[in-house]
């Protein structure tokens, strides 16, 4: 698969995390939270794997590089946001909201645009060459002690920062 293709199924993953939990009902909090922590998990892995190795590799074929680093750290901002005011809150449904609409303007500008454009300009040859690379960082990732272990612990940083409140934008 070319890169473009494993970032695209990656989003449909972060997606359909996200669906799953809009749908469960609010008195499912236990259910609410190990959704939520695969989805902070996985977003964490996504951004790394382009921050690391897509983004780098695609500054020369499209402007959308420098922009969407920025949008990166708006999403680490909200998913704290979400993470802190946690599935027991009322506030919980309307920052998963805020948080949904912000990874589907991300990934829905990079697989519009970006992407497209990294498809345009890149051969093939190097484009399946980093799709297989992203797609074995991202198994190496997942299987990583190392790489658990600081997830866990960024979550739990996140959860004991005070401040469930939405900041003011
Ligand atoms: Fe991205
Ligand atoms: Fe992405």
Redesign the pocket.
Known sequence: MRATEVLTAHHDELRSLLSELARLPGDRAVERQRVLDHLVDELSL??QL?DEIFYPSVTAASPMVAV?HA??RYLEDQVAVVVRTGPRRAGFDEEVRVLTAAVEH??GH?ESEMFTEVDAKLDADVLEDMGARIAARLEELRASRTTQLRLRVKREVLRRTPGGARRPR
């Open positions: 996504h951004e382009e969407a949008e990166h991300h990934a990079e």
